[in-house]
């Protein structure tokens, strides 16, 4: 059973930094496209940063030059190191990854459960 466990979250001040980690359990399955999102309250699910198989990079306009994401592909694990962390980036931070399944050769997008970020004023 495939499992995507974050960890990182917490409160810091303006300015401040946090680096997340989410490991990606189970067996039998290649990880393609890894990628975090976040959610504010009261708004929609969207993308933070993502990175491919190659280590090709993508970042939402507000957190480039501030966040870095990155994947150790031998531990199943993919980094989001944010620095100079604003009140905007309050949220809850979710770790997203695209398997491809030996054997059935399925696709499939999993989720984390989040961790939430809060960044004080």
């Known amino acids: 059973q495939v499992q995507l466990v974050e960890s990182g979250g917490g409160l810091v001040q303006a300015g401040g930094s946090l680096r997340l980690s989410c490991v990606v359990s189970?067996?039998?399955?290649?990880?393609?496209?890894m990628g975090w999102y976040r959610q504010a309250p009261g708004k929609q699910r969207e993308l933070v940063a993502r990175?491919?198989?190659?280590?090709?990079?993508d970042y939402a306009d507000s957190v480039k030059g501030r966040f870095t994401i990155s994947r150790d592909n031998a531990k199943n694990t993919v980094y989001l190191q944010m620095n100079s962390l604003k009140p905007d980036d309050t949220a809850v931070y979710y770790c997203?990854?695209?398997?491809?399944?030996?054997?059935?050769?399925?696709?499939?997008?999993?989720w984390g459960q989040g961790t939430q970020v809060t960044v004080a004023s």
């Open positions: 990175i491919t198989s190659g280590g090709n990079t």
């Open positions: 189970g067996t039998r399955f290649s990880i393609d496209a």
């Open positions: 997203n990854a695209g398997l491809l399944h030996w054997g059935t050769h399925h696709y499939r997008d999993y």
